[in-house]
């Protein structure tokens, strides 16, 4: 039984790593297709990634040994928070009491390692979009803990995967809170991957970019290194979107499964759509919407509390 | 439910903080319109009798019909500017109503402990009131004082049925006449102060002499 839990955890990790791109080609085909185009095929990331692993790595002269160990920790670092998540009914295979800490941190850990490097290269662009990122992760941070920690909280729990199996339908506030917490999880996500609202992962033009500047002068295997980690995290915001759904199904591992590709694909969905009808914000806006995503956090928090 | 209810107004307050148009105040307030219709309407599914449907056919009529219509066209004729000009920022602003909603939550705890009230609804329609009370402070235009001024009247109706659990109908009924005629005299207002003065904004009536 042990073992069994063991590979389905391994077999978590390695569909995470492997659909990771598909994600990510996936939401741009849709995306694509609702402005009327034709569309980069859905394994399209996958051509990238083999692309650039073909390609020589050149860094700037000013660099340090930081820019040539931050693609690989953040890469490492990435694949250490997607496996706590959980697919379905699966355990994962870190699940231990309080890694909902450790997840936040670990992907704050690949941040902090991302922001160092962008400024070690030493380009005034790359220091301006390194604090971007660093100004609006100030505010994407408490989105996590007040969204997590309520349920966190209300569950008494602190492991992601009992956290998620504690939420049980059999009350209609929960179906409204899971519901509300998706909002602020998508928020979240749409903020940390840096899509459409906050930031326009297409546009190649300095001075509007805030995660794409940061990679501007890496190239070959670090290149690689960082678009597989941001496809990765991606997929991981979106698994943690879609473990919100868990508790629809009856518990049980095919369900569980089922339920897994329905909400990723309907996920791929809406963020295409909010990519196709939103234009991106102007920089002075994204902390209020960022607050947004906050205060409703709070707000489940509140009312969770004073409940009776 | 009526937490649900609750929470989901809560939500729409949350978005009036952040939102910059005129017109998704009006949307907002036909939304809370039709939640505080649902939630009157919720009790009287298990006993139902026609008189009772007076009171939620009058607050749908009147809050997600008439008003929002009226203020929308008050928008057309006078031709209001889609932005609402704030006085202080946004996130300033929504900063604010958490840290009010957080101050009014906790305390309606306390008070639910020796008084025997619903928590939740009271704590969001003392929200609302808060929430209107700042709308009207921190905003320049006329037309988004009159949609605080309803979001505050909102407030005290779902204020009312968190304490009482059946409300006298006539004086609600009487109420939302009150508010309705209020609504209309402000844009008979707004409209005679757009033949004498160009803007539409309280910074302008500084210029008002008899």
Same mark, same amino acid.
């Given at each position: 039984?042990?073992?069994?839990?063991?590979?389905?955890?391994?077999?978590?990790?390695?569909?995470?790593?492997?659909?990771?791109?598909?994600?990510?080609?996936?939401?741009?085909?849709?995306?694509?297709?609702?402005?009327?185009?034709?569309?980069?095929?859905?394994?399209?990331?996958?051509?990238?990634?083999?692309?650039?692993?073909?390609?020589?790595?050149?860094? !700037?002269?000013?660099? !340090?040994?930081?820019?040539?160990?931050?693609?690989?920790?953040?890469?490492?670092?990435?694949?250490?928070?997607?496996?706590?998540?959980?697919?379905?009914?699966?355990?994962?295979?870190?699940?231990?009491?309080?890694?909902?800490?450790?997840?936040?941190?670990?992907?704050?850990?690949?941040?902090?390692?991302?922001?160092?490097?962008?400024?070690?290269?030493?380009?005034?662009?790359?220091?301006?979009?390194?604090?971007?990122?660093?100004?609006?992760?100030?505010?994407?941070?408490?989105?996590?803990?007040?969204?997590?920690?309520?349920?966190?909280?209300?569950?008494?729990?602190?492991?992601?995967?009992?956290?998620?199996?504690?939420?049980?339908?059999?009350?209609?506030?929960?179906? &409204?809170?899971?519901?509300?917490?998706?909002?602020?999880?998508?928020?979240?996500?749409?903020?940390?991957? !840096?899509?459409?609202?906050?930031?326009?992962?297409?546009?190649?033009?300095?001075?509007?970019?805030?995660?794409?500047?940061?990679?501007?002068?890496? !190239?070959?295997?670090?290149?690689?290194?960082?678009?597989?980690?941001?496809?990765?995290?991606?997929?991981?915001?979106?698994?943690?979107?879609?473990?919100?759904?868990?508790?629809?199904? &009856?518990?049980?591992?095919?369900?569980?499964?089922?339920?897994?590709?329905?909400?990723?694909?309907?996920?791929?969905?809406?963020?295409?759509?909010?990519?196709?009808?939103?234009?991106?914000?102007?920089?002075?806006?994204?902390?209020?919407?960022?607050?947004?995503?906050?205060?409703?956090?709070?707000?489940?928090?509140?009312?969770?509390?004073?409940?009776? | 439910?009526?937490?649900?209810?609750?929470?989901?107004?809560?939500?729409?307050?949350?978005?009036?903080?952040?939102?910059?148009?005129?017109?998704?105040?009006?949307?907002?307030?036909?939304?809370?319109?039709?939640?505080?219709?649902?939630?009157?309407?919720?009790?009287?599914?298990?006993?139902?009798?026609?008189?009772?449907?007076?009171?939620?056919?009058?607050?749908?009529?009147?809050?997600?019909?008439?008003?929002?219509?009226?203020?929308?066209?008050?928008?057309?004729?006078?031709?209001?500017?889609?932005?609402?000009?704030?006085?202080?920022?946004?996130?300033?602003?929504?900063?604010?109503?958490?840290?009010?909603?957080?101050?009014?939550?906790?305390?309606?705890?306390?008070?639910?402990?020796?008084?025997?009230?619903?928590?939740?609804?009271?704590?969001?329609?003392?929200?609302?009131?808060?929430?209107?009370?700042?709308?009207?402070?921190?905003?320049?235009?006329?037309?988004?004082?009159?949609?605080?001024?309803?979001?505050?009247?909102?407030?005290?109706?779902?204020?009312?049925?968190?304490?009482?659990?059946?409300?006298?109908?006539?004086?609600?009924?009487?109420?939302?006449?009150?508010?309705?005629?209020?609504?209309?005299?402000?844009?008979?207002?707004?409209?005679?102060?757009?033949?004498?003065?160009?803007?539409?904004?309280?910074?302008?009536?500084?210029?008002?002499?008899?």
């Amino acid at each position: 039984m042990e073992l069994i839990t063991t590979i389905k955890g391994i077999i978590s990790l390695l569909v995470i790593l492997g659909l990771a791109p598909v994600f990510s080609g996936l939401v741009n085909k849709l995306k694509a297709i609702f402005t009327g185009k034709i569309g980069a095929p859905i394994l399209q990331p996958y051509y990238d990634l083999k692309r650039l692993l073909k390609k020589e790595t050149i860094n !700037s002269g000013s660099s !340090s040994f930081i820019s040539n160990i931050s693609p690989a920790i953040n890469l490492v670092v990435v694949i250490i928070a997607a496996a706590i998540l959980p697919i379905g009914f699966a355990r994962p295979m870190i699940s231990f009491d309080g890694d909902i800490i450790l997840f936040a941190y670990l992907l704050g850990l690949a941040r902090f390692f991302q922001i160092l490097a962008a400024m070690d290269i030493g380009s005034s662009f790359e220091g301006m979009g390194a604090a971007r990122e660093a100004a609006f992760s100030v505010f994407a941070e408490p989105i996590f803990f007040f969204t997590l920690g309520s349920i966190a909280f209300i569950s008494g729990l602190t492991s992601i995967y009992d956290i998620y199996h504690s939420i049980s339908l059999d009350n209609v506030s929960y179906i &409204v809170f899971i519901i509300v917490c998706s909002i602020s999880v998508f928020i979240l996500a749409v903020s940390e991957c !840096s899509r459409m609202p906050v930031d326009d992962p297409n546009t190649h033009l300095e001075l509007t970019m805030i995660h794409e500047v940061m990679i501007l002068d890496n !190239s070959g295997i670090d290149l690689f290194l960082y678009q597989y980690s941001s496809y990765i995290k991606l997929f991981i915001y979106a698994m943690l979107e879609t473990s919100f759904f868990y508790p629809f199904g &009856v518990k049980s591992y095919t369900v569980g499964i089922i339920i897994f590709i329905v909400v990723i694909t309907a996920l791929s969905m809406a963020l295409a759509i909010v990519e196709t009808i939103t234009s991106r914000f102007k920089m002075k806006n994204i902390p209020q919407y960022l607050l947004f995503a906050t205060a409703i956090g709070v707000l489940n928090l509140l009312i969770y509390t004073f409940t009776k | 439910m009526q937490n649900v209810l609750s929470i989901l107004f809560c939500l729409s307050l949350f978005y009036l903080a952040v939102t910059s148009r005129v017109k998704a105040y009006v949307s907002v307030l036909q939304f809370q319109g039709i939640l505080l219709t649902v939630l009157i309407v919720f009790p009287f599914i298990k006993h139902f009798s026609v008189f009772a449907l007076i009171l939620p056919a009058t607050l749908f009529i009147i809050k997600v019909i008439l008003i929002p219509r009226y203020i929308n066209r008050i928008i057309i004729n006078l031709d209001i500017k889609r932005t609402i000009d704030p006085t202080i920022q946004q996130f300033t602003f929504l900063l604010l109503i958490i840290f009010s909603m957080t101050l009014i939550f906790t305390t309606s705890n306390i008070l639910s402990n020796s008084t025997d009230i619903e928590t939740i609804p009271f704590a969001s329609g003392f929200s609302a009131i808060v929430v209107g009370i700042f709308v009207i402070i921190f905003r320049k235009k006329l037309i988004i004082h009159v949609a605080g001024f309803l979001v505050l009247e909102n407030g005290i109706f779902l204020f009312g049925t968190a304490v009482v659990s059946e409300l006298p109908m006539m004086i609600e009924i009487g109420v939302l006449l009150d508010v309705f005629v209020v609504v209309f005299l402000m844009g008979i207002a707004l409209n005679r102060i757009s033949s004498t003065l160009s803007g539409f904004e309280v910074t302008s009536l500084d210029r008002l002499k008899d």
